[in-house]
């Protein structure tokens, strides 16, 4: 079994980071004001998504973690829109978190962020997936885009 760190593990990590750089070494200043009720409406949005997925889990139920055999292929609900919705939702909170502090060195942590997820995480989920449901998962990810 590959060990991997846990999502919201990375999810944290990259969260403190972001915070600490900007407390600091927060860099130029790229937006303040009003723009940062928009990352207040990302920061809901990524709180929304994975909740939901989580829902849509729950009712096909299957597991939650990464690392175990997927019980069931879910396709519903956010699933319909983004193969991986949990991981999108982390990456809108980030960004909204970005928008709000609004200095450039926050900004750092989400192409480092998107980088774990995408070429790491997101591929060890989908070769267990694909082992799991051949021609199925290989149709539903023809129809699905990774992320929207």
């Known amino acids: 079994m590959r060990k991997i760190i846990l999502p919201p ?7 403190i980071a972001m915070i600490l750089l900007h407390l600091y070494q927060p860099g130029k200043v790229w937006q303040s004001g009003p723009l940062g009720y928009i990352g207040i409406l990302l920061i809901a949005l990524g709180v929304y998504i994975p ?3 989580v829902r849509v889990f729950k009712q096909a139920e299957t597991n939650l973690m990464p690392y175990r055999d997927p019980d069931a292929m879910v396709t519903e609900g956010p699933f319909g829109f983004s193969r991986n919705p949990m991981y999108l939702g982390l990456l809108c909170v980030l960004i909204g978190v ?3 502090l609004g200095t450039v060195n926050s900004l750092i942590v989400l192409p ?5 997820i995408n070429w790491y995480h997101i591929p060890f989920e989908e070769a267990r997936m694909a082992a799991h449901f051949g021609e ?9 885009r990774r992320w929207i």
């Open 9 to 15: 593990l990375v999810f944290l990590t990259a969260l």
């Open 51 to 53: 909740a939901w997925a």
């Open 136 to 144: 199925n998962y290989t149709a539903y990810k023809a129809k699905v």
């Open 112 to 116: 480092a962020f998107f980088a774990v």
């Open 98 to 100: 970005a928008v709000i």
